[in-house]
């Protein structure tokens, strides 16, 4: 089976490559295709590639290419994560919205919606190559915003096209974890928003729900990653417990002014450790798994630090470090190659799951798997306040798929005026003109 990943060259694939070697099954990958647009990352992560499978029998082989119609010829399933102007554009996303006093994280607020119009166009490309060199592919989305990219796929892929994140996964596992689950696989996790906008409101193991014992308790609530981010009060409010970058919106003002004290903002940060990663990797003598492998552990301990730093949060928890986007990916391609059922929490279209959004909305929620693809289960409806976000993020996601397909500078203006953490429509205007400004990419809008 031939699996073919799109940004090739990114930091993150040898996690994937881990993930396949563990894979003994009958049916499992067999040829892996690298594509990035970088040739010099394109070896360095092949290098990486190269010390893991070392000593592993029946090690998928591995090849590179930069020409993106020869990597997609003959795929089974296809990664995209691609990362339109690397790391030096996120970097500027969020320079350009701090100085507007907005948030410009990569996924959220200003900063999502700037990488969105940049990747729109360059992800419904990939979308319609796919469609043509590879139309009975499966599409496994990791690109940003997962949300909004896999919709903009799905006009052309239709269901073909799956997005996948581990903030859910790692949060019912923290959950579970906590309340003392002995095998979290065991628990079902009610879950439901968009990417990077859900809340978890029941954890049920042998049909009994746990989440209250959890709300209950201030000291259990209090242990864990979400209860130092948001608080005990205010979780017990809620009665439900958010995706950790809802706290980009509940707190915002003070995630603000972290990201504005901040030696460096997240991009900044990751743009210059990765540069000494792959210019490290250019010493023919250099350990590849090493020198990956310690770069990576100083990804993963920094992840949210200034969200953590506004909250008072403190480090990490060791157990929380393990990443786990990659065992989602997986998941997810046994279970539809090999009719493996089984249920993941996944980006997909809505098909009248929440009946506040039309049938293609994207979502976030639990779905059951098969050789079939994925099918969103019935989920309650959600709370006033909740809809209310997720009514209005989904409306601005549409509008930036308005302006990508139309080339609408108009209309990019207001999908940064409808963010709820945009909060003028000068700002907004502003805004488009310091994005455009910063990235050739936005050039098409008009």
Partial sequence: MKLTILGGGGFRVPLVYGALLGDRAEGRVTDVVLHDLDAGRLSAVARVLAEQAAGVPGAPAVTATTDLDEALRGADFVFSAIRVGGLEGRAADERVALDQGVLGQETVGAGGIAYGL???????????????????????????????????????????????????VGLGRRI?????????????????????????RGLRVAGRDELPRLLADPDLLGSFEEGKLFGTEWLRSLGAIPN??????????????????????????????????????????????????????EREATYMSESRAAAGAGERDADDLSGGYEKVALALMRAIARDERTTLILNVRNQGTLSVLDTDAVIEVPCLVDANGAHPVAVDPLPDHATGLVCAVKAVERQVLVAAESGSRTT??????????VDSVNVARRLVEGYTAEHPGLAYLK
């Fill in 244 to 297: 950790e970058y809802l706290h980009y919106y509940y707190f915002n003002r003070e995630a603000v002014r972290a990201y504005q004290n901040a030696e460096k903002t997240r991009g900044a940060f990751l743009r210059d450790q990765q540069a000494g990663f792959y210019e490290a990797m250019q010493r023919p003598d250099a350990e590849a798994l090493k020198t990956w492998e310690s770069t990576r552990a």
């Fill in 176 to 200: 579970a974890r906590v309340l003392g689950v002995a095998n979290p696989r065991e628990a079902w996790i009610d879950y439901v928003g968009l990417n990077h906008l859900g809340w978890v």
């Fill in 412 to 421: 990019a203006v207001k999908a940064f005026a409808l963010h709820p953490l």
């Fill in 118 to 168: 940049r990747t729109v166009p360059v992800a419904v490309d990939i979308a319609r190559r796919v469609a043509r060199l590879a139309p009975d592919a499966w599409v496994i989305n990791f690109t940003n915003p997962a949300g909004l990219v896999t919709e903009a796929m799905s006009r052309h892929l239709g269901n073909r096209v799956i997005g996948i994140c581990d903030s859910p």
